[in-house]
C-alpha cells in the first residue's frame, strides 16, 4: 500500500497536460519577458506612426514649396499679360486677337486664383512692411501707399512677393 500512496502522491503534482508545473520564478520571468516585448512593440508602433505623420509632412512640406517656386516663376509673366490688357490701343480693343489675349489673361488669373494666390492690397492702404517694399516717397499722406509699382501676391498666408510702393511722405 505504501507504494500506491506514493504514486498518488506524484499524480498530483502534476498539471492537465501531465507535467510538472512551474516554478513561481520562472513563470514571473516569462511574464516580464512578455511585458517587456509588448512595450517594444507599443515604442516600435509609436515610432513607426511618428515616421509616417514625418514623412507626410516633408511630403507636404515639398509640395507647398514646389508649387510657391512655379507660381514666384509665373508672376512676371503675368505681370507683362496684364500690362499688355491694360494698355491695349482703343483702335484695336474690338479685335479678335486682344479678345484672345484678355481671354487667356482671364484664364491665367483664374489658374492663379485656383492656386490660392491673391494680390496683396496695396492702392489707397496703409503701408505694412510684410506687404509692401517701399521704393520711393513723394508728398501725399504720410504712410500711405499712393502708387503701385508693382503687384504684390501672396500665396495662402505668406506673401511671395511683396507690392513694390510709392508711399506719402507728408504734405510738401
Known sequence: MGETERETDDDATLDANGQEPMANG??????????????N??????????YKRRVEQERS????????ALVINLLPVFDDLDRAVAN??????????????????????????AMGVEEVPAAGEKFDPALHEAISNQPGEEGKVLVV????????????????????????
Open 26 to 39: 520562472a513563470a514571473s520571468a516569462d511574464a516580464e519577458k512578455a511585458d517587456q516585448y509588448f512595450k
Open 41 to 50: 512593440w507599443q515604442r516600435t508602433a509609436a515610432d513607426f506612426a511618428n
Open 61 to 68: 512640406a515639398t509640395a507647398r514649396f514646389a508649387s510657391e
Open 88 to 113: 491695349v490701343d482703343e483702335g484695336l480693343s474690338g479685335t479678335a486677337w486682344v479678345q484672345g489675349v484678355v481671354g487667356i489673361h482671364r484664364k491665367f488669373s483664374n489658374l492663379l486664383q
Open 149 to 172: 509699382a508693382q503687384k504684390g501676391y501672396r500665396l495662402g498666408e505668406k506673401v511671395i512677393r511683396p507690392a513694390m510702393v510709392i508711399v506719402g511722405a507728408g504734405a510738401g
